[in-house]
């Protein structure tokens, strides 16, 4: 498996709270990504980044905020949390060897609940 | 705008045989890749094939390919002999941009194969 982790890996809080999700990768890979996965829309692009403090908006980006200091970690944070964040978090790399056909690798998930 | 569609919610195949899984793109880059991916219900996300928008052959791996017509813009995935392990949630993926893009990565809604014995 590709090093990936995605921290925590289950999380609960209260609406308006803020949360940071961690996703950490020792394969040195450019590109890092941040999806959620909802019943009926498959998996949405929030944000991504292209290398250390290039990032960028996905699909559904209002309401996250993203940064990326170090080419191993890439942090995704609600600044108030909503139930409509609720969600799965999943969050991906790929290589930049320059291999168009260079597919996208997976962390676990992390299962948040905004109650 | 990029986008993708994938048009099947749920599907039901006997075991052994043959499935399609639709996919349909839009996109107004020349230079773009398409990808499949399996979550079983583990949910873990496994990439099972690719095609570029320039390979001149439909891609094939094992008992996967794609049938990949450009200009009706589809990348269907072709499943041959389905097993009970292939049941599980397939999504479509679209890369847009060449090698000096910034490979954003979208996803369709995904499709739930489940395969009867």
């Known amino acids: 498996d590709a090093g990936i982790t995605q921290s925590p890996r289950h999380k609960v809080t209260e609406t308006g709270t803020p949360v940071t999700l961690r996703c950490h990768q020792t394969?040195?890979?450019?590109?890092m990504y941040w999806y959620r996965q909802d019943p009926g829309h498959g998996l949405r692009l929030i944000h991504y980044?292209?290398?250390?403090?290039?990032?960028d908006k996905g699909e559904v980006s209002d309401g996250y905020s993203v940064s990326r200091s170090k080419t191993e970690d890439f942090l995704l944070t609600l600044e108030s949390a909503t139930s409509s964040q609720t969600s799965v978090y999943f969050c991906a790399i790929k290589n930049s060897t320059g291999k168009l056909n260079s597919p996208l690798h997976f962390g676990n998930g992390t299962r948040l609940t905004v109650t | 705008a990029q986008k993708i569609t994938q048009t099947q919610p749920g599907m039901f195949v006997q075991e052994k045989e043959a499935v399609t899984l639709d996919c349909t793109y839009d996109t107004s880059d020349p230079s773009y890749g398409l990808f499949w991916y399996k979550q079983p219900s583990s949910g873990e996300m496994i990439f099972l094939i690719y095609q570029g928008s320039y390979d001149q052959q439909n891609a094939t791996e094992g008992r996967y390919s794609l049938n990949f017509q450009k200009a009706r813009k589809s990348a269907n995935l072709v499943i041959s002999a389905s097993q009970l392990g292939d049941s599980a949630m397939y999504f479509c993926a679209m890369r847009e941009g060449g090698y000096s893009s910034a490979s954003k990565i979208i996803f369709g809604s995904g499709t739930r194969l489940s395969i009867r014995p």
């Open positions: 980044s292209y290398g250390v403090k290039d990032t």
């Open positions: 394969e040195n890979h450019r590109y």
